[in-house]
């Protein structure tokens, strides 16, 4: 297991900002983006098909606060069950991020660590089918309700080939443990010191992505 911690602060891109909407806490927000705006940002990456698991994790109890799932198959999305991390450049319809980049997939890690919280970054490479019809599952669960993320990616991992061991679960960091059981997984850690407030990074890096256009 690898520690990574980051060198480059969010601090530094704070001088602007971009309109944005950030939900606090832990709730089931139906976002819907129209077909035009999820089409603009559709993203397909070219390495190999794989899960991703985020796990956010108390710095000071150790408890998990949150469960994702990065999934790379026809297109790079997050499902993000019943998350709170909103952005423009992330259109959303139901708990599924749309158009993961490199770029944006560092902001997403990055955003949920912070002073109060770390991230646990867990990856398994996956047949290509595998991977599709995790994505075509992550369509069709949200919205979620709150405290339910880790036991809705539960649901989609129970019907893949491969992870039919997962055992129902509602805590993230339970759900953690069963994914570095799994062969094949990597895994490393995210800390930032930032302040605990997402809403702030992610200005800034909209702020960022401005500047570069300008």
Known sequence: MRVLRSLIPHRAFLAAALATTVVGGCAAVSQNAPDDVIAQYV????????????????????????????????????????GSLKANIMPERNDVLYGITPQVAEFYERAHARETYHVVIQRIEVPAEVAEKAFRLAEQAGPIPGTQCAASIVRILQQLPGFEGIRNTILPTNLSNQIAALPGVTERVLYEDDADDKHLATLAFEASLKDQTQ
């Open 43 to 82: 993203y397909r990456h070219d390495g190999p098909k794989a899960l991703t698991f985020f796990t956010m994790v108390n710095n000071r109890t150790g408890s998990g606060a949150h469960s994702s799932m990065m999934i790379n198959a026809s297109q790079r999305v997050v499902f993000d069950p019943a």
